[in-house]
């Protein structure tokens, strides 16, 4: 065979999924781990999801609802904004394919930051684009430098609010400001997987800046079942954008790209007010434990406005990590992110963020960082 792979293809490095918890566990001769490296929810799946679930499958041998008619009318009545500006998704990251695709020609330029999305820069690449990568700063967008950047060949501009992995968010202040300085042929993507955790206290209305347009850059905002809802599995998201730019990403997606199961899981998990206020109560109580916790272990917790936390080790991190593995607890080493000496740890359930301190407590005296 002789496949002739294009450049902009055979440059692309797959994105680096993590095994499966039985894999490893099977590799290091372990058992009853617990995983806190992927951001999910630790509390499960909404109830009501789980139920409407059960009643969907046995309408499963017909197609599902290409419009997601009753799910962006659920949307859209949650959110009191027009049916029109609500784009489905296969995960908010099919959102963020739709935009490439619809916008980016070969040649044509795209802003993101590091660290951030990988996936944001490989949609880019399929398509022939141009990735202008700006490092964080303090461990925050660098809002000055991306608007150094933007040229007459800009067509989008990826801003991950709240951040992963440092779990920063943007005062509004300095992001309205950015937004007011761009040209209006630029769209500015903020993807806002985590943006139910972020506080009351720093939280602003995102929702409008999609209408403050006049004169400016476009505004799409990215969100999640993922999360707080806690149906990563069933891959359900959606974008909120001008009708315009809406209409332009219908004409790039597939028919029936969202299942009917995810459709209906998502419209009842919207519903369960009661499951979506314990995951947050639960996640803040768990992360001041945490944070608490691994400070008295002598590490360095930074502030958060995520479902997790980096964590300074001040050791090795994939060394920490492998210690850690060792001990049934699963997280994420920063190093390939350039931080080498930190860790990612999603808030777990009380049980979990118990053991997962007990066992940073051994491996940091193994490692011999404290």
Not at 18 to 36: F, H, N, Q, V
Not at 155 to 162: A, Q, S, V, W
Not at 227 to 252: D, N, P, S, T, W
Not at 303 to 317: E, R
């Amino acid at each position: 065979m002789n496949v002739q792979v294009p450049k902009n293809i055979s440059a692309i490095t797959p994105y680096p999924p993590g095994k499966p918890i039985e894999e490893l566990e099977r590799e290091y001769g372990i058992s009853g781990s617990i995983k806190l490296a992927s951001n999910e929810n630790p509390f499960g799946p909404s109830p009501a999801a789980v139920e409407a679930i059960r009643a969907t499958l046995a309408g499963l041998h017909r197609y599902p609802d290409g419009s997601g008619y009753y799910l962006t009318q659920a949307l859209a009545d949650h959110l009191s904004i027009a049916p029109g500006r609500i784009v489905l998704g296969n995960g908010s990251n099919e959102i963020i394919e739709f935009l490439v695709k619809a916008f980016v020609c070969e040649g044509d330029e795209v802003i993101t930051s590091h660290p951030s999305f990988l996936m944001y820069q490989k949609f880019v690449q399929v398509r022939g684009g141009v990735n202008h990568v700006v490092e964080l700063r303090d461990m925050i967008h660098d809002l000055e430098s991306i608007t150094r950047l933007v040229s007459e060949r800009t067509r989008l501009i990826f801003l991950d609010n709240p951040n992963n992995p440092t779990a920063t968010f943007l005062p509004y202040g300095r992001l309205e400001s950015f937004l007011n300085g761009l040209a209006d042929h630029v769209i500015v993507v903020l993807d806002e997987a985590y943006i139910d955790f972020v506080d009351e206290s720093v939280r602003y209305d995102t929702m409008a800046l999609i209408d403050d347009v006049a004169g400016r850059c476009g505004v799409v905002l990215l969100r999640t079942f993922s999360k707080a809802y806690g149906l990563a599995g069933l891959r359900i998201g959606y974008g909120l954008m001008e009708e315009q730019i809406a209409v332009c990403l219908h004409k790039v997606r597939q028919p029936f790209n969202v299942n009917l199961i995810a459709q209906e899981a998502a419209r009842a998990a919207l519903k369960d007010s009661d499951f979506y206020a314990k995951t947050l109560r639960l996640t803040a109580e768990g992360k001041e434990y945490l944070s608490r916790e691994v400070e008295k272990l002598g590490c360095i917790s930074y502030p958060s406005q995520t479902n997790f936390f980096l964590i300074d080790v001040k050791g090795d991190a994939t060394a920490l990590y492998e210690a850690m593995l060792k001990k049934g607890v699963i997280i994420r080493s920063m190093k390939a992110y350039g931080f080498d000496t930190f860790i990612r740890v999603n808030i777990g359930t009380s049980e979990e963020n118990g053991r997962f301190v007990r066992a940073l407590g051994e491996a940091l005296q193994e490692c011999g960082y404290v």
